[in-house]
């Protein structure tokens, strides 16, 4: 049997397809008019209802808040992941996860615990 590694993610309900993200900046506009945001330390968690059926993310990370490349792509590896594992319990909403202070030196446990506790703080 001839399995590509793809099909075995997909199949432990834990991909992130392409219907999983937000790519249109028309997508992340509606999202920021909705003005409806949680918001913690390092992160503003942005939220729309949508019509998709799913919840789906997108991820704004700063130049101006992380200069490093590393990491602002270990910012959004991460808000990636939590989400991956949270989609189930989500509502369906269009998310937008945003940078919103300089992450410094701080942990990645840090980071992923803030991430999960604003995605526990939207209303159902």
Known sequence: MDCSAEEVVDTAGFGFGSSLRLHKTDEF???FA???????KYFALHYCPNKVGTPRIGLVVAKKLAKRAVVRNLVKRLGRDVFRHAQATLPHYDLVLRLSAKVGDVTKRTMREEMIGLLGRLPK
């Open 34 to 40: 909705f003005r409806r945001v949680v918001r913690g």
């Open 29 to 31: 506009s509606s999202v």
